[in-house]
């Protein structure tokens, strides 16, 4: 959650110069549920006008999230404004995506002051949720014919993603998804390891942690431990939610969270 740069859904911004964030490759594509979002912001307009920002009910959603999957309650701070711009180039440099190497995927994180457990363990949040088959598709048809597959990926897993990620998809924007999680893919839990352990990670992103030597260790030692990586996540996302924040008289409140006021 980058919570400096909040979601917008218009097509540019104020100048017309850039995508915006939310048409990011790295970001807008896969995000669902926003509609939520403007619910929210409809109703606390309603009560309270000009008062909640639209990065302080992402923070809570994301909170109540959390909970909803089964992980326990942590505080939430208030008092967020929202960016007055919406750039996909901010996306762009913020969020790494399942083909990036991990070493640059650290760097991203360290420059927040993140470590690489930090990321292992934020990582776990693939433990629910879907990814659009695109996010795959290379690791199932992009090696020669002597290779059918990505070798990081256990064969049978690989066959079970064949017949729900086709090789030539429909035209037009992508239909088809695919669970993260295989196993238990409505809960939050460190099923996500044990997946990691029998190479049923669905991103390369993901797989890469298990075999990492700096990540390797860490993926092992929460594959065994739901509880320990429970307090861990819990942890990381109080953090999380404090990067890059805008308050006082930085950004403003937005009316609708779909565009910044102009």
């Known amino acids: ?89 901010d996306a762009d440099d913020s969020l790494p995506t399942p083909k990036d190497d991990l070493k640059k995927i650290i760097g991203m994180f360290n420059q927040r002051g993140f470590s690489p457990e930090d990321i292992v363990v934020l990582s776990g949040a693939h433990s629910i949720g879907a990814a659009q088959c695109g996010q795959v598709r290379d690791r199932l048809y992009a090696f020669p014919p002597n290779v059918p597959r990505d070798p990081a990926v256990d064969p049978a897993y690989a066959a079970d993603l064949t017949k729900k990620c086709p090789a030539q998809p429909p035209p037009g924007p992508e239909l088809f998804m695919v669970d993260l999680d295989p196993t238990t893919p409505l809960k939050l839990d460190n099923q996500y390891y044990l997946n990691l352990q029998k190479k049923r990670g669905l991103l390369q992103s993901d797989q890469v942690l298990a075999t990492d030597p700096g990540t390797e260790g860490f993926v092992n030692q929460l594959a065994g431990d739901n509880t320990g990586w429970s307090r861990k996540f819990v942890n990381a996302m109080e953090r999380l939610e404090k990067v890059s924040v805008l308050t006082g008289d930085e950004g403003q409140i937005r009316l609708h969270c779909r565009a910044f006021n102009k």
Request: glycine share 4%.
């Open 1 to 89: 959650m980058h919570l400096k740069f909040p979601i917008a859904l218009h097509a540019m911004h104020a100048y017309k110069t850039y995508a915006v964030e939310k048409l990011s490759d790295r970001n807008g594509r896969t995000l669902r549920g926003l509609e939520v979002i403007d619910e929210i912001k409809a109703q606390l307009e309603k009560e309270c006008p000009r008062t909640v920002s639209c990065a302080d009910i992402l923070a809570f959603a994301a909170r109540e999230a959390v909970i909803l999957a089964g992980l326990p309650r942590y505080d939430v701070v208030a008092g967020r404004r929202d960016s007055s711009t919406s750039r996909a180039i």
